[in-house]
């Protein structure tokens, strides 16, 4: 297995693919196991194919095999899946892999690991994938479910109902609703479903929440915003002091909290 980004040069890095794997038949390239490289990529074998033809001049052919007419070693298609993967498949902001696309007045793609939203680079393929938007495992429509509600999270207006209504809709956790509070920053837009909860359970999903993106320096933001929003301050004060369940609380963690809640 190969890293997806072919800039890293983490040891630990962990979006891999399976190195390309092809052969010659007469006039034609068969890639063995595009199947294989798209899942990982979370794209549509066709467009990876298209893409390459595209690069290299040539036409394709799809069927029971992945083939490009003419003779290319597996360096230059490798090198090709890679200018795919910069293209379409890395986020601009952070470069990790977990970008989708969204469809609406124009292609963009959002990140699940950042939470960056940004339009498609202007290419010929771009055509295509809006074509299949339907078909395609590898798209959310922009105004859809989990895709929107970071949208949704960022608007000025009150957006708090719908919220709610993709949040029962998609049978998410807490903890999957504070990641999109993370991305968003927005967290006076979750006030509905916040209230749904006691605060000794919102606080631990913050807890979750922040070692989890190593953000312990949001602390004092993330509890502000849970007063802001009418949580008060004894009530944070009697949950963090109390015994974590089944995990031990970070000192580093308690500390801060406590600090923060003095001085508010």
Same mark, same amino acid.
């Given at each position: 297995?190969?890293?997806?980004?072919?800039?890293?040069?983490?040891?630990?890095?962990?979006?891999?693919?399976?190195?390309?794997?092809?052969?010659?038949?007469?006039?034609?390239?068969?890639?063995?196991?595009?199947?294989?490289?798209?899942?990982?990529?979370?794209?549509?074998?066709?467009?990876?194919?298209?893409?390459?033809?595209?690069?290299?001049?040539?036409?394709?052919?799809?069927?029971?095999?992945?083939?490009?007419?003419?003779?290319?070693?597996?360096?230059?298609?490798?090198?090709?899946?890679?200018?795919?993967?910069?293209?379409?498949?890395?986020?601009?902001?952070?470069?990790?892999?977990?970008?989708?696309?969204?469809?609406?007045?124009?292609?963009?793609?959002?990140?699940?690991?950042?939470?960056?939203?940004?339009?498609?680079?202007?290419?010929?393929?771009?055509?295509?994938?809006?074509?299949?938007?339907?078909?395609?495992?590898?798209?959310?429509?922009?105004?859809?479910?989990?895709?929107? $509600?970071?949208?949704? /999270?960022? =608007?000025?207006?009150?957006?708090?109902?719908?919220? *709610?209504?993709?949040?029962?809709? %998609? #049978?998410?956790?807490?903890?999957?609703?504070?990641?999109?509070?993370?991305?968003?920053?927005?967290?006076?837009? $979750?006030?509905?479903? /916040?209230? =749904?909860?006691?605060?000794?359970?919102?606080?631990? *999903?913050?807890?979750?929440?922040? %070692? #989890?993106?190593?953000?312990?320096?949001?602390?004092?933001?993330?509890?502000?915003?849970?007063?802001?929003?009418?949580?008060?301050?004894?009530?944070?004060?009697?949950?963090?002091?109390?015994?974590?369940?089944?995990?031990?609380?970070?000192?580093?963690?308690?500390?801060?909290?406590?600090?923060?809640?003095?001085?508010?």
């Amino acid at each position: 297995m190969i890293p997806i980004d072919k800039s890293s040069n983490d040891p630990f890095y962990r979006y891999k693919m399976p190195e390309v794997v092809v052969s010659h038949e007469t006039s034609k390239t068969v890639i063995q196991n595009l199947e294989q490289i798209s899942k990982s990529l979370s794209r549509n074998p066709a467009h990876i194919l298209k893409f390459l033809s595209m690069s290299f001049g040539c036409t394709s052919a799809l069927g029971q095999k992945y083939a490009l007419n003419g003779s290319f070693d597996s360096n230059r298609i490798q090198n090709g899946i890679y200018d795919f993967i910069d293209c379409f498949v890395l986020c601009t902001k952070c470069r990790n892999p977990e970008t989708k696309f969204l469809f609406g007045k124009a292609l963009k793609r959002s990140c699940n690991s950042c939470g960056a939203i940004f339009e498609q680079e202007s290419h010929k393929l771009n055509i295509l994938i809006a074509k299949d938007k339907g078909v395609n495992e590898d798209t959310k429509y922009e105004m859809n479910n989990k895709s929107n $509600l970071y949208a949704l /999270l960022k =608007e000025e207006q009150d957006n708090s109902k719908r919220i *709610c209504e993709v949040y029962k809709q %998609e #049978s998410m956790t807490l903890d999957q609703l504070f990641s999109e509070y993370v991305k968003a920053k927005e967290l006076k837009q $979750l006030r509905l479903v /916040l209230n =749904e909860f006691k605060v000794d359970k919102i606080l631990a *999903c913050v807890e979750n929440m922040l %070692e #989890s993106f190593k953000k312990e320096d949001k602390i004092d933001e993330y509890v502000h915003s849970l007063a802001n929003v009418g949580f008060s301050v004894d009530d944070i004060h009697e949950s963090i002091s109390k015994p974590r369940v089944g995990k031990k609380r970070s000192p580093i963690v308690k500390k801060i909290f406590d600090g923060i809640l003095s001085g508010i």
